[in-house]
Structures are given as structure tokens and as C-alpha cells.
């Protein structure tokens, strides 16, 4: 790394921390790209050579929060944690985060439904759920666990795009229910199908 580019770096995750902190202490809404320019001591027009719109700062702390999952997982998995329980875990910890940083994920997972294609885009690429889902699939797929007519990846991202709407539809909608319990039913109904099946003779269909 030249010097230069540390120097971008470090100014870099100066306005990050201090946009951080405001969004913290005032609320993301009532934060604006002023007052975050003027908290990390640069002017608005660096603050955008930086970051292109005030939701971006989010999709950096997105995309932390994804990376430390990912290593949570992989550690799991190392130590021989069962990947059908790690999804259920990985799951759970999706949903301890969204219920601690509720105020913030509203603005971070509209940006995935945003109109402007190139915002979804980077939302998308910032925020890849679906490829560390489809991570902890692939051993289940070649054990024959999951389905082998469809690809990881897309079960990967069908299975994040499920966290994501009902991550967004909680918070903004039901907050007062438990979302890890949410998601586990949700999750639980996505591994199993919504197809009735036919009970065993002599038993009924709980």
C-alpha cells in the first residue's frame, strides 16, 4: 500500500466512524451529509468523494458485520459444527444483530430495493448474504441433504433474500414480535416446503 493510499484509507475510516457516531447519537434521518463532513473535520465535497450518498456509509458497516459473520461461521464449521445447525445459527445471529441495530437497518436494507439500479447493485455486491448461505449449503448438497437440482448459490440467495424481507418487514411492521423466532419458522419453512404431505398410516399430521 503507498502512502497515499493508506492516507485515503485512514480518511476513509475517519468519516466512516464519525457518520457512525452521529447516526448513534441523532438517528440516521436526522444526519445529514453536513454534519458528518463537519464531525470528521473534511469538507462536504470530500465527504461525497467518498462516499457517493449518505446510505453507502451503511453498506460499509453492512459488509463488516457480514465479514465477521462469515468468520464466526467458517469457525464453526471447522470445529465440525453440523452445516444444517450453522444455518440455523448464522440465522439466529442475523437476528441479534437486526434487533440491536433496528434504527439502522431500515435505511441499509431499503438500499436493496432501491429504484435506482446502480444503488441496488452496490447494496447487492456490499451485502452478500446469499453467497455465505450457499457456503454452508455446499456440504449439505453433496451429502445429499439438500437438493441437487438447483445451484448453492441460488438456494443462497433465495434464503437471504428471505432474512432480508422479513428483516425489513419486522422492523418497519412488527417489532414487538420475537424476530429470532421469526426467522427460525420462516427458515424452518423455506428447508421443509409449504406442501402438505401425506402422514404415516396410523399417524395424523401434527
Not at 432474512?163 to 419458522?185: I, S
Not at 419453512?189 to 395424523?204: D, N
Request: aromatic share 10%; net charge positive; proline share 4%.
Amino acid at each position: 500500500m503507498t502512502v497515499r493510499e493508506y492516507q485515503k484509507k485512514r480518511r476513509r475510516d475517519r468519516i466512516f466512524q464519525a457518520a457512525m457516531a452521529l447516526f448513534r447519537e441523532r438517528g440516521f434521518q436526522e444526519t445529514t451529509a453536513s454534519d458528518i463532513a463537519r464531525a470528521a473535520h473534511i469538507s462536504r465535497g470530500t465527504f461525497f468523494n467518498y462516499f457517493p450518498y449518505k446510505e453507502a456509509v451503511l453498506l460499509d458497516y453492512g459488509s463488516l458485520l457480514l465479514s465477521r459473520l462469515r468468520e464466526e461461521v467458517r469457525r464453526r464449521l471447522a470445529q465440525g459444527v453440523d452445516p444444517l445447525e450453522a444455518l440455523r445459527l448464522l440465522f439466529r445471529e442475523l437476528a441479534q444483530f437486526t434487533k440491536a441495530e433496528k434504527d439502522l437497518l431500515l435505511p441499509l436494507l431499503y438500499e436493496l430495493l432501491n429504484p435506482d439500479p446502480l444503488r441496488a447493485k452496490a447494496a447487492f455486491q456490499a451485502l452478500p448474504l446469499g453467497d455465505l448461505i450457499a457456503e454452508v449449503l455446499r456440504p449439505l448438497q453433496e451429502k445429499g441433504v439438500v437438493r441437487c437440482d438447483l445451484s448453492s448459490e441460488r438456494m443462497g440467495r433465495t434464503l437471504a433474500d428471505l432474512y432480508f424481507l422479513a428483516a425489513l418487514r419486522w422492523a418497519a411492521y412488527t417489532p414487538h414480535r420475537d424476530l429470532e423466532e421469526e426467522l427460525d419458522k420462516f427458515l424452518s419453512l423455506a428447508l421443509e416446503g409449504i406442501l402438505a404431505r401425506e402422514a404415516e398410516p396410523g399417524k395424523a399430521q401434527a
